[in-house]
């Protein structure tokens, strides 16, 4: 067997949130090692939709969407790299009255956490966004937030890491983790050994599946979201689109790049299976898709299709992630099962993530999102 590599922390998984803790724990003058089973965002992180968004999310979670936007906007000077992340605001249209409540809830809610929306009616609504349908009755607009590249944003970081003193390993499937009276001694399908003190699971849809080892079962399911992008048009669709709704099959989100392609995802998804590592797409998901796109931009209705994927992503029970300190292993943590929603979050959460593993404490609230409040549940 090969002599260990040994470090501060270990962390195992490198989507945005593994390479993000990885740079952000180097930040903090701490030896860590990122291990990855395939390429550095390969999985979720670099098929997600790519939303930089506050607006909608469980409130609770707002200060650690807010920290995390406040990193979004000096990624270049932080990280030395352009991850495409623009600041071009965020739009949700609503369709019925019960919609428009929704929105003023929300809105009321949000404003303590710092959160300002802004409600525009339909007659105004279309004034100031043009392309939004006729049957659209309001919207609630987020100024601050945006979209970046999901496909550059996880190697970006985990290059950082590298560059800060981080050691990176791809391709390198950990196949047993065990913790002794010291360490944790990760063993991997390559026949390395890793050993540290600290060990963070940032496993994804896959987190579950080492939780469990631990005696930390946890009630996540895999699934496939659809995304699907456009032929390029000229460049006229500057917020990042969305609806409020209860309703499944009106959910609907897209973005315009500056290149002029339209990507765009919701309503459903598709299987996704963790042990052959695919996800597939279903046609008729991305039909219906396109019509509740062009329902809320009907201008698009004539575009052609030139790309659809699907992803593994890991969704919990109650849509909320696994984040924070291990419940019954002292120096494990967890932060994984982001349920579709974790791509603004990823620098907050290494960021939080690094700060909790080097001091013992947040200074960014995440009580709601303890491993803890599955015991005997999953």
């Known amino acids: 067997m090969p002599e260990a590599n040994v470090a501060d922390v270990i962390v195992v998984g490198g989507g945005l949130m ?31 939709f790519g939303n930089v968004r506050r607006q909608g999310r469980f409130l609770p979670q707002l200060p650690l969407a807010n920290r995390s936007r406040e990193i979004w906007g000096k990624l270049p000077e932080l990280i030395g790299e352009d991850v495409e992340f623009i600041r071009t605001g965020h739009l949700r249209v609503g369709y019925r009255p019960e919609h428009v409540g929704m929105m003023e809830a929300y809105r ?31 919207g609630s607009y987020s100024p601050h937030d945006g979209h970046a590249n999901p496909r550059l944003s996880a190697p970006a970081f985990a290059r950082a890491a590298r560059r800060a003193g981080a050691q990176v390993v791809e391709n390198c499937e950990v196949m047993a983790i065990e913790r002794g009276v010291e360490d944790f001694r990760v063993e991997t399908k390559t026949g390395a050994v890793f050993r540290a003190p600290l060990v963070q699971i940032s496993a994804g849809a896959w987190g ?19 995304m699907a992008v456009t032929e390029p048009v000229p460049y006229a669709i ?12 009106e959910v609907i989100y897209a973005r315009q790049v500056t290149r002029g392609n339209i990507v ?24 219906h898709q396109f019509t509740q796109l062009k ?17 593994i992503e890991g969704y919990m029970r109650d849509d909320l992630p696994v984040m924070g300190p291990s419940a019954k292993v002292p120096g494990l ?6 349920c579709g929603h974790g791509f603004q979050l990823g620098p907050g959460v290494g960021d939080v993530m ?25």
């Open 295 to 311: 329902r809320m931009v009907p201008a698009l209705a004539q575009l052609n299709l030139i790309r659809v994927w699907s992803g």
């Open 208 to 226: 579950g599946r080492l939780a469990a080892r631990f005696g930390e079962a946890v009630p996540i399911e895999a699934r496939g979201p659809q």
């Open 333 to 338: 943590f967890y932060a994984f099962g982001f």
């Open 354 to 378: 690094a700060e909790l593993i080097a001091t013992g404490a947040t200074t960014t609230p995440i009580e709601p999102f303890g491993i803890a409040r599955f015991a005997g549940a999953a």
């Open 238 to 249: 500057t917020p990042v689109l969305g609806v409020t709704t209860k309703e499944k099959l």
């Open 264 to 287: 765009f995802g919701g309503t459903a998804h598709g299987p996704a299976d963790l042990d052959t590592i695919r996800a597939s797409v279903r046609p008729e998901v991305t039909l």
């Open 18 to 48: 593994g390479s993000a803790t990885a740079f952000f724990l180097r930040q903090r003058g701490m030896s860590v090692i990122l291990l990855e089973r395939g390429l550095v965002g390969q999985q979720a992180s670099g098929t997600n």
């Open 108 to 138: 009321d809610g949000a404003k303590p956490y710092g959160l300002d929306l802004e409600l525009i009616s339909g007659n105004a609504l279309r004034e100031r966004f043009p392309f939004i349908g006729p049957e659209a009755i309001a």
